[in-house]
Nanobody, 124 residues
Framework: VQLQASGGGLVQAGGSQRLSCAYS????????MGWFRQAPGKEREFVAV????????SYADSLKGRFTISRDNAQNTVYLQMNSLKPDDTAVYYC??????????????????WGQGTQVTVSS
């Protein structure tokens, strides 16, 4: 399994960005997928997660209403749409495959495969 995140870059505060994560492997449509982020000097934090069918999603409380996770099982891709971006959203964003139960979806330790990360920088 390989995960390839893309779509990061420099954006002004208030702008939008869409991240993509391409999954290499035959099991994507059965996998729960998540996004995390890590800012300099901080721990990796949960952003959002989506179940295999897209029928269930969950977000960090602080990001609800601004970020949207989605997936296209035909394209083996999961997306993160980020709107109304703030300088505090600046971080490296990682996609990952969950290997644990839904109840531990917030924990990095519940994910077994990770992408390489894509940098998002929000300027003020």
């Amino acid at each position: 399994v390989q995960l390839q995140a893309s779509g990061g870059g420099l954006v002004q505060a208030g702008g939008s960005q869409r991240l993509s994560c391409a999954y290499s492997g035959r099991t994507f449509s059965m996998c729960t997928m998540g996004w995390f982020r890590q800012a300099p000097g901080k721990e990796r934090e949960f952003v959002a997660v989506i179940n295999w069918s897209g029928s269930m999603t969950s977000y960090a409380d602080s990001l609800k209403g601004r970020f949207t996770i989605s997936r296209d099982n035909a394209q083996n891709t999961v997306y993160l749409q980020m709107n109304s971006l703030k300088p505090d959203d600046t971080a490296v964003y990682y996609c990952a495959r969950e290997s644990g139960p839904w109840t531990t979806r917030y924990l990095p330790s519940s994910y077994d495969y990770w992408g390489q990360g894509t940098q998002v920088t929000v300027s003020s």
